[in-house]
């Protein structure tokens, strides 16, 4: 039994210690916005934030998070920059399919707290490991600088 | 006419509140009152209009599109619009221009709903107008609608305040449209409906479904295609701790294995702990080298014609030079960027299906066949698809099919949730088809163009489908031509012929199918008839197109845009193309310096445009996506084994890489056609011309790889 803090709650799950983040959201917690599309941190849909700073879930086993702070897109919405981008996403219909945007939002927020901001080069290094099939960067480019401005 | 108590059943049979995880709030069940005057239409007490939308949302904004018909007849208010995805049932929600068909595909969604949406809309207005006129004992043509609410006099009512008494109105049988100068919404950029659930995490996907004892299947494929399984041994993948099942399965596409469990994870361990042995006796083992060796001999000799004008051979003959290329396509994998998955749950009625479903009526015929059952036993639940670029419509149902093959290998015993990890995804095959082009022209002492001969080769989609009888003439795959055959350029003398070898990689439409190839050989050929005949790659085509106003319009209007002819800084270049697929026109202009893309134009001509936002964001996603293949996409197989597994050997654009692109609308009048493929083959055409002009090298091969690097 693992004990972990998702999203300020205290929360347990049987699973091995070699189990990645990802699958203990998804299938023993039933947090599903957080989407599987690689499993090998190569494409960023499964973007959460550990301790603030955005960790690919889908290799992160759950043995290397106790006492850590956990964040997934589910709760992103209640700090002020999860919400401003997730608004600035609405604003600038960033969404296609939508499946990897779970993802691109926690890299955004994370991108936005550490850099009120961001340049193009700021944006392309943050978010470039998030792969978006529909190809929606150009409107993510537009809604981080969006969000960035409403939080200025 | 559905009644409410049906649509009650339906949704409680659907399982829907039997989920386990949150639901867009539209599925859930609601004790709401509704009126629902047709199939496509509910108007509940709580002031909703939801839009029950016969296709499937993929990304390319069907839930918006055709709520914006729905709202647009209706008058009313934008924000209490909804949709949900409707059940399969080709009676009801057929795609109009397939017959008693339902599925999504070729870029119809919009334009085959146009008329049937806007009355569904419009017969709802109606029968609240009537229910106002009856409720006021007022005149009903005194009686207008503004933003979701009627008004006659000092008398005013909402939608939702009038639903109950607009049920009991008659159904009118004729109801009159809009003239289109009164449009509210067509024409006017309303917001993506779906766009907040998919920012918070909350919209549904076949991947996030789960039913009350579910298990997750994880399958070994054999890898080769066409490989029989000989034999396995579960013993190591029983041994984990929570694998449940590990069964033998075979379907009219693969045989497999699979290993069950509670969750994903589990299951995987399991899989990657199994053995098997294949029967490769049958199996595809050659590798794209020998296959591309092979097309090449074909296209030497005389194919099935796909287009005949003149006598290109013997005007060739007559011409005072002439030009020749080949060109070279790989396979290509969609990969979405949600691996294939179905969830599939027997029980004594026939087989219940959760799945991003995009080709109801052949899944159903083919999961029936499957498992034995009648089509109207297989019940399709329609949910978000994260991606699809074609590849959910699989003529052969092969994934659908395996999940209900794995439900029946365990007997029933528990619903099953097939997840196909991404390699699973990327080595299942059902590519686009690898292709090989030869391209010839000839022209007269002034440069003219006087023959035109282009020989393709690659395997035929639809051969052994049930669209074969339809789309398949004469040994011409329509889909394999397209693009070619209907060369829009003043050539006297024109022929196109096809060979369609059979070969056992599966194969499948890709994002905007046929024009995917044939925009690129056609569009850079002509470049390099131009560059022969020192004329302007525009003007050329401008000259060419002279009885094709749409695509001139296009032409024009990106060239403009575009700055075409206007000197550029030394080091950079510009590319043009124009290309019509799925009756829509495109030109796109590229301008490139060394290696950054700087600048992509398109300018579109799809009809009446009925969201310039969404048209926006379809040419920017399939200029996004036709770039990737362009630079990068290449699926090759070694003695029958796919060499790419992730995206680590199968690279897609990234931010990085991403251009700045502007779309230009071209105003129509003529009727919608679709925006979620057209965008896509000019990418990499308009690329290779402005590498053409830079450098003077034409590119022949895609993708571009290493013979150019762009950041």
Redesign the interface.
Known sequence: MITLSVNDKRVEADVDDDTPLLWVLRDHLNLTGTKFGCGMALCGACTVHVAGEPVRSCVTPVSALAGKKITTIEAIGQSNPGKAVQAAWVVESVPQCGYCQSGQVMAAVALLRSNKKPTDADIDAAMSGNICRCATYPRIRAAIKRAARSLA | MITNESRRDFLKASGALLL??HLPQALAQSPVKYFEPNAFVRIGADNTVTVIVKHL?????TYTGLPTLVAEELDADWPQMRAIGAPADAKRYNNTFWGEVQGTGGSTALPNSYEQMRKAGATARAMLVAAAAEKWNAPANEIKISHGTLYWRDRRATFGQLAADAAKQKVPENVTLKDPKDFIYIGKPA??I????????????T??V?LPGML?AVVLHPPRFGAKLKSFDAAKAKAI?GVREVVAFSTATTDGVAVLA????TAKKGRDALTAEWDDSNAFRLSSAELMDQYKKLAATAGASARKEGDADAAMKNAARTLEAAYEFPFLAH?????MNCVARLDAGGCEMWNGEQFQTVDQVQVAKQLGLRPDQVKLNQL??????GRRANPKSDFLLEAAAIAKAIEGRAPVKL?W???DDMKAGWYRPMYYHTLKAGLDAQGNIIAWKHVIVGQSILTGTAFEPMMVKDGVDATSVEGASNLPYAIPNLAVELHSPKIAVPVQWWRSVGSTHTAFATECFLDEIAREAKKDPFELRRALLAKHPRHKGVLEAAAQKAGWGKPLPKGRARGIAVHESFNTFVAQVVEISGRKIERVVCAVDCGVPVNP??IA?QM??G???G??AALAGAITLKEGVVEQS???DYP?????Q?P??EVVIVPSQEKPSGVGEPGTPLIAPALANALLALNGKAVRTLPLGQQARFV
């Open positions: 386990g995880v949302e993929m990304g390319q904004g917001r993506r779906d766009a907040r659930a998919k920012s918070d995490g909350t919209a549904l996907f991947q996030d789960k997750t701790k509670a969750d994903y994870w990969a979405a960027m949600e691996p978000y698809a994260g991606g699809s670029f997840v990890g991404r390699e936002n969404i964001m920017e996603s200029i996004g996506f770039l990737s992730n995206f680590h897609v654009v990234r931010m990085n991403m700045p692109i």
